[in-house]
């Protein structure tokens, strides 16, 4: 029975892999399981308490549901899973080993075995080591923080190196913040002594957005860095083979709280891996983040993580199997690969219906693998900046992020393919993959990259550029003129007060060769555009249409009432859009922000369509034109090696909510239960041979250049052969 068991079992296992290809390189799909019941403390005495986890089940199980590695926990802030010199076991699991039960078993079934280890939040080796938790700026203890600078590290490797020595094929290293909010570090004497060796100066005290800070600031940078450099050359040096990956907090809504910038942290082990989901960062970021996973890691594999709980890890609920297909395939047609996060129940039972879920996803991925890890074809690369992020976002990234999500949402919700570009890594290169560059209110821009644009922009690539773009120098002080005057054509004269600014087109008759402007926009009409504007005097662009500031009431003249809540349009303060040529390229600016409007809870479709008019004014005939709801997301990928053009389309059908039970109006998204109806409209500009969709009920015609499909499905693949 147990030989017939295996037999069937090896069968199902991932196919083979060359030893020379790592485990990371050859997957599409992964689990991670690990217990429910110490996420908040543990009491000793709490026997029931993951008496059930059994790494042998765990790997077993996630075999047979198609997984092609496994993370398995081997410790948390609370428990080893193993036995260990330097952590207490949960109790419950009596003599048991669970590291040891699923290294075996996976040795058996021919499966990569990965260990979750924390790394931040070690409750239990806090309360023991007191003396290394993070400490604010007056020297009181940060209870939940460990320094990274304090002996920790050594006593972390002692620990690794207790789990390498069970033959894993790799660690999951969870994670390398310094915190998502106040109270900030760290001033403790371990990182007042580091600080002054590396500055030859004191620790100056606490945040402050000046030069002092700027140091801290890169102090905090090199202390992340530095310990996952470290603990990375430790896993190598012990044994070259095992893998290493970061859970990664570059990537907005994160900041330099956290202590990550989104290059120099995404580089620290062997790939990049990141957290996404509905409940935390909403449905368009699913995306967003396999993108900006992407662009950290140029050339590399990117792991995403995802769950199968409706609201948040450790939560014992089961997503429906096409909320789970939704996210699953959203993030494997942007390039991805994914580990699906299982966390037990209390006992550590393994829920059997959503092992059958995520069985049947990732038995649909293995189906559909050929049609994975193709080149993205982007039309548009949003520019994503650091510096902007730290010292314009300061305390409220937000109003910063606010703009790259929604120029990111105006591409999505329009079809037009995008990537993203980062600031640390931009290079002609990176540039010249996209037609358009976009630039949503880059408040920094640092002279090399300005340079880097104008040459991107001389050789015929075409700019978007958004709100008080390049008006602020590198500490996030307004400058009194903006360092893209010459890309722009025109001198800017000073920021509106105001996000409540409006915009209004002229009739097609005036705007004759730009009449693409207008598309979808009702002309004479001013418009809220909820956001960040300027006021700029036209050099050498064409003004296009009006910015218009908004009414004040007298008592808000008077400061006696805020002005958070939009006005109506008062009179108009300069031009709305410029158009300048410049060199073999061209340059739309907009003087408001539409990007951060579309981000915003005062997004009228009219300022989306700004965006998009910009894109098709500024590129006219992209390689291919996609027309389908809002609802659904496109991903492109071209294959040259089989000249075959995909086009991945996901169709997001999350039904109606009801009035939230608290922090309200603040609605969670409800999870989608089945696959939605439409219609999918392509132009291709170059000729093709043949298309085909791949699933059979998805009835797909022809007419010439232009391909027309009405599909009933989560995940749909049009394949293209040219
Ligand atoms: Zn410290």
Request: hydrophobic share 35%.
């Amino acid at each position: 029975m147990w030989l017939t068991l295996s037999l069937c079992l090896s069968l199902l296992s991932p196919r083979f892999q060359p030893p020379q290809t790592p485990w990371f390189r050859a997957s599409l799909v992964g689990m991670e399981v690990g217990p429910t019941g110490a996420q908040f403390g543990s009491d000793p005495s709490d026997i029931g308490y993951a008496a059930r986890f059994n790494g042998r089940e765990v790997v077993q199980k996630c075999v047979k549901a198609h997984s092609e590695y496994v993370v398995i926990w081997a410790r948390d802030g609370e428990y080893a899973y193993y036995d260990s010199k330097f952590q207490p076991k949960a109790p419950g699991l009596g003599k048991r080993d669970v590291l040891r039960e699923a290294v075996e078993e996976a040795r058996r079934l021919h499966i990569p075995l990965i260990a979750y280890c924390v790394l931040q939040y070690p409750a239990q080796t806090l309360r023991a080591r007191p003396e290394w938790r993070a400490r604010d700026k007056d020297g009181k203890p940060i209870d939940h923080l460990v320094c990274f600078n304090s002996p920790y590290r050594e006593f972390i490797k002692q620990q690794l190196g207790e789990m390498l020595s069970y033959g894993i094929d790799g660690f999951h290293l969870d994670m390398v913040d310094q915190g998502f909010g106040a109270p900030h570090g760290c001033w403790c004497d371990y990182c007042k002594r580091e600080f002054e060796k590396e500055n030859g100066s004191p620790l100056p005290k606490g945040v402050a957005w000046n030069a002092e800070w700027n140091s801290i600031l890169e102090f905090r940078y090199r202390t992340s860095q530095r310990f996952e450099r470290d603990l990375a050359a430790y896993v190598r040096s012990t044994n070259p083979a095992t893998t290493v990956d970061f859970n990664y907090h570059g990537n907005p809504p994160f900041s330099w709280e956290v202590g990550q910038r989104p290059v120099q942290h995404a580089n620290n082990g062997d790939f990049v891996t990141g957290e996404t989901g509905v409940w935390g960062f909403g449905a368009l970021t699913v995306g967003l983040n396999a993108e900006f996973y992407r662009a950290s890691t140029p050339n590399s594999p990117f792991q995403v993580a995802m769950q199968r709980g409706v609201r948040m890890y450790h939560d014992q609920t089961t997503r429906p199997l096409a909320d789970i297909r939704w996210e699953m395939f959203t993030l494997l047609a942007h390039g991805a690969f994914v580990t699906m996060v299982d966390k037990t129940a209390y006992d550590g039972w393994l829920d059997p219906l959503a092992y059958d879920r995520i069985g049947e996803a990732f038995a649909e991925v293995r189906r559909k693998r050929e049609h994975f890890g193709h080149t993205p074809v982007a039309e548009v690369g949003i520019w994503f900046s650091s510096g902007t992020r730290d010292w314009v976002g300061r305390d409220k990234p937000s109003d910063y992020f606010q703009s790259f999500q929604g120029a990111q949402r105006a591409l999505v919700y329009e079809h037009i393919p995008y990537g993203v570009v980062l600031d640390e890594n931009a290079n002609l290169e990176t540039l010249q993959k996209y037609p358009v560059i976009c630039l949503p209110n880059v408040g920094i821009l640092k002279a090399k990259e300005i340079a880097l644009l104008t040459t991107y922009t001389m050789q015929g690539g075409n700019l978007v550029v958004t709100g008080l773009s390049g008006c602020y120098d590198e500490r996030g002080n307004l400058q009194k003129e903006s360092g893209l005057e010459t890309l722009i054509g025109a001198k800017f004269k000073g920021k509106l007060n105001s996000l409540d600014n409006h915009v209004r087109l002229p009739a097609r008759s005036v705007l004759q060769e730009n009449a693409a402007l207008e598309e979808g926009i009702r002309p004479d009409w001013h418009f809220l555009v909820k956001g960040y504007a300027g006021i700029f005097a036209p050099t050498t662009a064409l003004p296009v249409g009006e910015l218009l500031k908004p009414h004040r009431t007298v008592r808000q003249l008077q400061g006696k009432e805020g002005t958070d809540w939009p006005q109506s349009a008062d009179s108009p303060v300069g031009a709305a859009i410029l158009l300048n040529t410049v060199g073999k390229g061209r340059v739309l600016a907009f003087t408001g922000s539409p990007d951060y409007a579309t981000g915003s809870e005062h997004a009228i479709s009219e300022a989306r369509y700004l965006l998009r008019n910009a894109i098709r004014l500024l590129n006219p005939k992209p390689r291919v034109r996609i027309t389908a709801p809002a609802t659904v997301e496109s991903v492109i990928t071209d294959d040259p090696a089989t000249r075959t053009l995909r086009i991945h389309v996901l169709g997001y059908n999350s039904p109606p909510q009801t009035i939230p039970a608290h922090d309200r109006p603040f609605v969670l998204p409800a999870l989608m239960e089945e696959a939605p109806l439409f219609r999918v409209q392509v132009e291709v500009s170059q000729p093709f041979k043949s298309a085909v969709a791949l699933n059979k009920k998805t009835r797909l015609t022809r007419r010439g250049s232009r391909i027309e499909a009405l599909v009933e499905e989560v995940h749909e693949v049009l394949i293209l052969k040219y």
